[in-house]
């Protein structure tokens, strides 16, 4: 709450985590957690074949894999931090409070995963021959410890939906082993496994482009590999499912279909499911007559992994919402147990940087501005994707004029009709103030400037 | 109290705070150091190569250079996790807000690092491919330089704002923060010590047995690592104009004078080292080399040193306004718990005691559906026309709405307890009798 303002208006504050965040999740999961283990056991299958080509083709992987990994990928992860802290550092700053062990552990199973990828990388040619069972063996090694790091950040990111008995505990060990840390690994472990072979599918039709034979047999093993993850992953995905808190299941919906198309939610499964199928097929396919596989069916399954993997990772960040740490901390960045102090004295009174302490007769519109920015900001804009002007066309139309006092009383009941939504966190003066500036919006055009350019405003006081 | 004064977090701290010092002392040095390596070794590879047009023993000794990069730029940014985890922790409110302020910029360092790993990878791994080609494959290893220095300018930026909360509204932006005091002295200092490091680590890179000495020719490899010393003789004496332009330069608030007795305590040994160089420098080809473990020694002592004075930099920047920002915390704890037991009732019932179903509608439904004309829904009017005497056909509506009226936008479901809905669906009723 007491920080500078950060927005941006086009995409949304959302959008810049989502981005960032759904490219990260994309290469750890089929481009480490996923890629390792698979590289790993297709070198092992070189040597355990006599067979040269395989070593080759895995070592080609790695490479596509090393060059991501430690660009992309690195600095992606880098970049939520960087993204959740200008978004929401209430939120990003106790977390860190609560889990900062879990990271720090976090951070030395990083400092030895890079380290060992390195090496796996770079000393592949070199430790060849006598050497090539020690290669193999640390390959395994950095395949734990690349699950290791999923495991860890997996238990910060339950605790976000269902903070379990640490609300009441208060201790990281109850935090960390939250209701949904087990479940949400063993979907996330198989996942991985899958995309990877999804990946290696796709790497396929460069890498094996002057080995037909190769390319069939090469097939087969990935398809392989996918089998066996496939039903692990279905497993995995039923356990989660049952495990998310049913007030925010009820937000699936929305979640998948935005408002708009939230009445498509079965059509929208249904989809789901197939894409899912769609991969199983083209994995069975590959297994059992990988040479009559179309070209198109080594692409599919990566671009559909893509699109679910994005799918999901949205749904699991809405579904969180009125929250973003769960029972604890509002979206919007203000701690629930702020609320009455907010409600009695007022959110302007008690936010360092804004422009006006508390709403007059002659500052309504700017409070009202500045209750928008503090309180609204986190997730809607002015002027760009959610848009809150755009919802209150779709709600009121443009022909009348809209009403202050339908917006306040909208504003008041919101969180029940949107179980999505905060509950307002102000006065009732500062609510309709809010009002105010928000009607002001359907015939003037009004600009939301974060701190990022425009600086904060902090009130002569 | 002063209401600018912003609140800090009100959890704990989850260790204690000399121990979070420490760890972020040592940990940032050790990130500091590959970064120095990296953004060394991106600048000496180019120039290296430039030199290496007229001097083609040079050109290979800048390839050989380059392929440090590709390990030393990982480290920099796996090492970099640590010191931002804790001064996310320690420098909570100090942190967050400078990188809101310049948050641009801050955000731009991800694909510009991005790019530049890309763009040294490129152009390390393109050297024999483009040897026919050396303005586009130097074009290359600018262009990854290029980021290199920019780079660092904004994490100066950012860990300079954050000691600096009195001017916290007087910026608009990064370049109003890169233009404070001391951004710039800072990163003179900064590229200086990247190149000093950077030319040392180059000492002990080529004196392995691993080193291939033999593919550079005329170069013998005492005179490559004589090279690399020189570098770094130059780059530390350079440190004896630019550290002390580094203190002048600190705004006033940041200084104390158990920090300068650091500092200069740290520039004296400097001083050491750079004569310790000067001996190396001087030392006849068998000999060179030998005194680098002791001045690497020394060196890592100035460098604790001048970390240490650092920190002390931060604490005497910081510590007023750590103290009002944790009494104003305090304070405002102090109310959010009193005010525990206010209750405000949405939309205001003035008291009455309304009958359920109708307290219900209003509080959840009355903001989109008004008696008899469109709100955000339809009015009560249709709806009773819709479900006549049908309280049931109006819950299982409101449960799972569907979709009748493409112009309006889509309902929400509404899912409170069944007797709730109910009550509300028998006062709707009651509301138009007789449609």
Not at chain 1, 4 to 21: C, E, K, V, Y
Not at chain 1, 232 to 255: D, K, N, Q
Request: charged letters at 15%; proline letters at 6%.
């Amino acid at each position: 709450m007491d920080f500078p303002i950060f927005h941006i208006d086009f995409f949304g504050n959302r959008m810049l985590i989502a981005g960032i965040a759904i490219l990260h999740v994309l290469i750890n999961h089929a481009f480490a957690v996923g890629a390792i283990p698979l590289v790993t056991a297709m070198e092992w299958w070189g040597w355990r074949s006599g067979e040269r080509r395989w070593d080759d083709l895995a070592r080609r992987y790695l490479w596509v894999c090393f060059i991501i990994t430690t660009t992309v990928g690195a600095l992606t992860g880098v970049g939520i931090w960087f993204s959740t802290s200008l978004v929401n550092p209430y939120a990003i700053g106790s977390l860190i409070r609560v889990f900062f062990w879990a990271w720090f552990t976090e951070w030395v199973v990083f400092v030895t995963e890079v380290c060992l990828i390195l090496a796996y990388f770079l000393l592949w040619k070199r430790w060849d021959g006598e050497h090539k069972l020690r290669h193999i063996r640390l390959g395994v090694v950095l395949s734990v410890t690349s699950w290791l790091t999923m495991a860890i950040i997996v238990g910060i990111l339950g605790y976000m939906m269902n903070p379990g008995a640490w609300l009441v505990e208060h201790r990281l060990i109850a935090g960390f082993f939250n209701p949904i840390y087990f479940p949400q690994l063993a979907f996330r472990t198989p996942m991985a496994m899958v995309m990877a072979g999804a990946l290696a599918l796709f790497l396929n039709l460069f890498f094996t482009a002057g080995d037909r034979e190769l390319r069939h047999r090469a097939t087969r093993f990935v398809a392989v590999w996918m089998l066996v993850w496939l039903p692990l992953f279905c497993a995995g995905a039923v356990w989660y499912r049952l495990v998310i808190p049913r007030f925010m299941a009820e937000h699936f919906s929305v979640a998948l279909g935005t408002m708009q198309f939230q009445n498509l939610y079965s059509t929208i499964l249904w989809l789901t499911g197939l894409a899912f199928a769609a991969i199983v097929l083209v994995a069975l396919w590959g297994g059992l007559r990988p040479t009559s596989l179309p070209r198109w069916a080594w692409v599919l399954p990566m671009v559909i992994v893509i699109a679910l993997t994005a799918q999901f990772e949205r749904a699991r960040e809405f579904i969180r919402k009125p929250y973003v740490l769960g029972g604890y901390v509002y979206a919007n960045g203000i701690r629930v147990s702020d609320y009455p102090l907010l409600m009695k004295e007022g959110l302007l009174a008690n936010s360092a940087f804004v422009s006006e302490q508390e709403v007059t007769a002659d500052n309504r519109l700017q409070a009202g501005k500045d209750v928008f920015m503090v309180a609204c900001t986190r997730c809607h804009t002015l002027n760009g994707i959610n848009s809150v002007p755009a919802k209150l066309e779709a709600m009121y139309g443009q022909d009348n004029p809209w009403s202050p006092e339908a917006v306040d009383q909208y504003l008041a009941s919101m969180f029940a009709a949107r179980p999505f939504m905060p509950p307002f966190p102000g006065t009732v003066t500062e609510r309709q103030a809010l009002a105010e500036y928000l009607v002001g919006l359907q015939t003037r055009r009004d600009v939301a400037a974060g701190a990022q350019t425009d600086g904060v405003a902090s009130a002569q006081r | 109290m002063d209401p600018t004064i912003p609140k800090d977090i009100p959890l704990g701290l989850p260790a204690p705070v000399l121990l979070l010092e420490i760890l972020v002392v040592v940990s940032f040095l050790m990130h500091i150091l590959f970064v120095a390596l990296m953004v060394g070794g991106s600048l000496l590879t180019v120039t290296l190569e430039l030199i290496g047009r007229k001097r083609p023993e040079y050109d290979r000794l800048a390839h050989l250079v380059g392929a440090t990069i590709t390990v030393n730029k990982s480290l920099a940014v796996v090492l970099g996790v640590a010191p931002l985890l804790i001064l996310n922790t320690l420098y909570t409110v100090y942190f967050y807000s400078a990188n809101a302020l310049t948050g641009t910029a801050w955000i731009l360092v991800i694909p510009m690092v991005i790019a530049a790993f890309l763009l040294s990878y490129a152009h390390e791994y393109s050297w024999d491919f483009l040897a026919e080609h050396k303005g586009l494959h130097l074009a290359l290893g600018f262009a990854s330089a290029a980021f290199f220095l920019a780079i660092p300018l904004i994490f100066l930026a950012n860990v300079n704002l954050m000691l600096y909360p009195e001017v916290w509204d007087q910026v608009r932006g990064f370049l109003s923060a890169l233009i404070l005091p001391n951004v710039l002295p800072r990163y003179l200092h900064f590229l200086t010590a990247c190149v000093a490091l950077t030319g040392l680590f180059l000492v002990w890179y080529a004196g392995r047995s691993g080193f291939p000495a033999e593919e550079l020719g005329e170069l013998s490899r005492a005179r490559v690592r004589r090279v690399f010393y020189s570098v770094a003789l130059v780059a530390t004496a350079a440190q004896l104009l630019f550290g002390p332009f580094l203190y002048i330069t600190l705004p006033a608030h940041a200084v104390s004078w158990g920090m300068t007795l650091v500092i200069t305590c740290g520039a004296a040994l400097a001083v050491l080292a750079l004569w310790l160089m000067w001996k190396e420098v001087q030392a006849p080809d068998e000999a060179i080399g030998r005194g680098l473990w002791p001045l690497v020694g020394v060196l890592t002592l100035v460098v604790v040193i001048m970390a240490t004075g650092r920190h002390m930099i931060r604490e005497t920047a910081v510590g007023p306004h750590r103290d009002l920002m944790a009494a104003h915390t305090a304070e405002y704890m102090a109310r959010v718990h009193a005010a525990q037991d206010y209750v405000l009732i949405p939309g205001g019932l003035g008291g009455e005691a309304l009958p359920p179903g109708e307290a219900m509608f209003r509080k959840v439904c009355s903001s989109c559906h008004a008696k008899d004309q469109r709100l955000v829904g339809p009015p009560l009017t249709e709806i009773v026309a819709a479900y006549p005497g049908d309280p049931s056909g109006i819950v299982a509506w409101a449960r799972a709405p569907g979709r009748k009226r493409m112009d309006y936008p889509a309902m929400p479901p509404q899912n409170l307890p069944e007797q709730d809905l109910r009550a509300i669906a028998e006062y709707i009723l009651e509301q138009a009798p007789g449609t």
